[in-house]
């Protein structure tokens, strides 16, 4: 089935180029000055590649192939989450 709008790679389902699971497509991340998508915002993401099963947002350009399913030519080996600190005040040296 090929796809007719943007809006129709909403749900399918996305994996890595070794065949692993990634997440589903939740929604696109679109320039709207250009008219352009700039990538997916992957969904319900497999906790062995993202901590958490947190969303993440795919660049277009990691994108190899879009039909039934949306192929990636590149994704991290595991995507971690920042740690949160509180910013640390930075002593500057005298005289500067």
């Keep these: 089935m090929p796809l007719e709008e943007a809006?129709?790679?909403?749900?399918?389902?996305?994996?890595?180029?070794?065949g692993i699971y990634l997440g589903n497509v939740g929604n696109l991340v679109v320039d709207v000055d250009e008219n352009k998508v700039q990538g997916l915002f992957v969904t319900d993401t497999n906790p062995l590649l993202v901590e958490g099963s947190?969303?993440?947002?795919?660049?277009?350009?990691?994108?190899?192939a879009i039909g039934d399913v949306v192929i990636l030519k590149y994704f991290p080996k595991r995507v971690a989450l920042k740690k949160s600190s509180k910013p640390k005040a930075e002593?500057?040296?005298?005289?500067?």
């Design 91 to 96: 002593k500057i040296p005298a005289g500067e």
């Design 7 to 18: 809006s129709d790679m909403i749900g399918l389902q996305v994996y890595t180029s070794q």
């Design 54 to 64: 947190k969303s993440v947002n795919v660049p277009y350009r990691w994108i190899s």
